[in-house]
């Protein structure tokens, strides 16, 4: 059964850059079948998709954060990661990592790992 | 447009039928997917693609689309149905994904 966790800091300072990692187990995130993305989602708010990566490096970000977000995939490791640079406190939130089926008119989310608070305060 | 809209909030009789819907422009070419959350926990989806359900999920849950709307249905909802319920679907782009607001489903 294939589960994703999440980890890293709890606590970023604002301007500062916050770091995640997503380990993968139970499946391979070099499966030429499935994506793998970040979302976050702000305490009492929705949820946002911050971005995708195809294990080749292939990558998507939404477009509001493109320019400070990098997510990169380090197959050797069976994990992939999030930076999100000069953050402030509207990047406080639950960030959660997931695996993404993506094709022809279909994309779903599924499963997701069980996300970890960030905080951004001084 | 690159939105999904959902109303914030409905509500449900117990054991009656309830239809969750999701708007946007990008949903007249791409399925929307279907999360459920409980507080303090991650999402799970309930369905996706043009109505199918992953393993473990109950058959009264089922989707479907017209147009630009997509909507999740729960026939005779369960008091363990309450909860947030949340739609995806690829922005016009096709490149970017996309999160609907959310409806806060409660159970009377």
């Known amino acids: 059964q294939l589960q994703l966790q999440e980890s890293g800091p709890g606590l970023v300072k604002p301007s500062e850059t916050l770091s995640l990692t997503c380990t993968v187990s139970?499946?391979?995130?070099?499966?030429?079948?499935?994506?793998w993305a970040w979302i976050r989602q702000p305490p009492g708010k929705g949820l946002e998709w911050i971005g995708t990566?195809?294990?080749?490096?292939?990558?998507y970000y939404n477009s509001s954060l493109e320019g400070r977000v990098t997510i990169s995939a380090d197959t050797s490791k069976n994990q992939f990661s999030l930076k999100l640079s000069s953050v402030t406190a509207a990047d406080t939130a639950v960030y959660y990592c997931?695996?993404?089926?993506?094709?022809?008119?279909?994309?779903?989310?599924?499963?997701w790992g069980q996300g970890t608070l960030v905080t951004v305060s001084s | 447009s690159s939105e999904l809209t959902q109303d914030p909030a409905v509500s449900v009789a117990l054991g009656q039928t309830v239809r969750i819907t999701c708007q946007g422009d990008?949903?007249?070419?791409?399925?929307a997917s279907w999360y459920q959350q409980n507080p303090g926990q991650a999402p799970v989806l309930v369905i996706y693609?043009?109505?199918n359900r992953p393993s473990g999920i109950p058959d009264r849950f089922s989707g479907s689309s017209s147009g630009n709307t997509a909507s999740l249905t729960i026939t005779g909802a369960q008091a363990e149905d309450e909860a947030d319920y949340y739609c995806?679907?690829?922005?016009?782009?096709?490149?970017?994904?996309?999160f609907g607001g959310g409806t806060k489903l409660t159970v009377l």
């Open positions: 139970g499946g391979s995130i070099s499966s030429v079948s499935y994506f």
């Open positions: 990566i195809y294990y080749s490096g292939s990558s």
């Open positions: 693609g043009k109505n």
């Open positions: 990008s949903l007249r070419n791409y399925y």
């Open positions: 997931a695996r993404q089926e993506i094709g022809g008119r279909d994309n779903w989310f599924d499963p």
């Open positions: 995806n679907s690829r922005d016009s782009s096709g490149n970017h994904w996309l």
